[in-house]
């Protein structure tokens, strides 16, 4: 009997999993997703876990496997783990700083199934864009990157996070991704929780950076349409409602960390109280089904005023609880960028402090990412 017989209640299969299959990476991104505890590469789960996680998801009916990091290059398995996820019949997005990758390597990768890349850049702007990752000639890498994957003939999608130091480029970055060959470009405003949080002071914006980047981007769709897609993730603090996290938690996706630990975003860990389960000692069905974290927040049971009786809250699901966590000392409440949080004040005061603020932003001060590492060449 599997998971999906024993469930006593009608949830949705998980349609992808984002594989962070290890947190080293040669980049320090201040803004990096990952948590600030960051996994070691002792206690790494092994290729054959890794496999054996990836045929559980295929069963349960995943269909997307997102494989991330850190930066996944650093794997020296991740062409056996590709065609494995191939052989389950996984739909493979590779999420890649592109350090790393060879041309070679890249051959081996479309030859073992992979379906497509999706490569970030920091900036349009090379000198930014290395100070931005904390590592030099990482702008050029990634344009040679960008030119194997189109010769490899993989779909590429150029992912772009924007902040103070490049929000004055976020309209150029869409053409740079149209230059690099993307079919899609996707330019996300910053996420504040994380490393982000830590680097909030350095990061953030002010509303009409803001404003104009937005007004900027948008007018872009018209311009290439039918040439990329733009996907456009705009700024949580300066926003009425909150964004739907994760698709709702435990609703759509799961997060698979390096040492076997699933959670359902990329920072529950911060969320005291929380119990996580490892694929070491249970099956996926079992974690998405079962496991006390992703059963906490499910559903709307769990919500208090004023998204209990909001008619939003199966849109956006109250937000994000790590940002909740993070704000208001609560997971529990309504995310406070949703203005009618008792809470959305204190989002208000903390955009009005970068009312005025200088783009030009040293390296120094960043709290870059730590956890670097050599990659294979
Ligand atoms: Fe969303 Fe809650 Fe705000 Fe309603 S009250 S819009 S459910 S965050
Ligand atoms: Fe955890 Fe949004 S990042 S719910």
């Not at 504040?192 to 007018?219: C, H, I």
Request: net charge neutral.
């Amino acid at each position: 009997m599997n998971a999906l017989e024993t469930t006593p209640t009608p949830i949705a299969a998980p349609v992808g999993i984002l594989a962070e299959l290890t947190h080293r990476c040669p980049l320090g991104c201040p803004y990096c997703s990952n948590p600030i505890e960051l996994e070691q590469r002792a206690g790494e789960l092994e290729t054959h876990d890794w496999m054996r996680v990836f045929s559980e998801a295929a069963a349960i009916g995943i269909l997307h496997a997102h494989l991330s990091g850190g930066e996944p290059a650093a794997r020296r398995d991740l062409v056996e783990i590709v065609a494995h996820c191939k052989k389950v019949g996984l739909y493979t997005n590779l999420i890649t700083s592109g350090i790393g990758l060879t041309q070679e390597r890249l051959k081996q990768l479309a030859d073992a199934g992979l379906d497509h890349v999706q490569l970030s850049i920091q900036d349009a702007a090379p000198e930014s864009a290395d100070r931005i990752a904390g590592y030099k000639g990482a702008f050029a890498r990634k344009m040679d990157v960008a030119k194997w994957v189109n010769e490899a003939g993989l779909p590429l999608t150029v992912n772009a996070v924007i902040h103070r130091a490049n929000i004055a480029r976020a309209g150029r970055m869409v053409e740079f991704a149209v230059e690099l060959g993307a079919r899609r470009v996707e330019i996300a405003h910053t996420q504040y929780y994380g490393w982000a949080l830590v680097n909030r002071k350095a990061l953030m914006p002010s509303r009409a950076q803001v404003d104009k980047a937005v007004a900027e981007v948008e007018a872009l769709r018209e311009t290439y349409a039918g040439k990329i897609v733009i996907d456009h993730v705009i700024p949580d603090y300066y926003a009425r409602y909150p964004k739907a996290c994760m698709g709702g938690w435990a609703k759509r996706t799961l997060n698979v960390n390096p040492h076997g630990k699933v959670l359902p975003c990329h920072a529950a860990e911060t969320i005291p109280g929380l119990e996580f389960w490892n694929v070491r000692d249970h099956s996926l069905g079992d974690i998405w089904f079962n496991a006390p974290a992703f059963n906490a927040f499910r559903g709307t049971e769990w919500m208090r005023e004023p998204c209990r009786s909001c008619p939003r809250k199966t849109v956006d699901f109250g937000g994000c609880r790590c940002q909740a966590l993070a704000l208001t000392g609560d997971a529990r409440n309504a995310d406070p960028i949703c203005h009618l949080s008792p809470h959305h004040d204190k989002v208000s005061e903390i955009a009005a402090t970068f009312d005025e603020v200088d783009e030009n932003v040293p390296a120094s001060d960043y709290n870059y990412r730590m956890l670097k590492t050599q990659v294979p060449a």
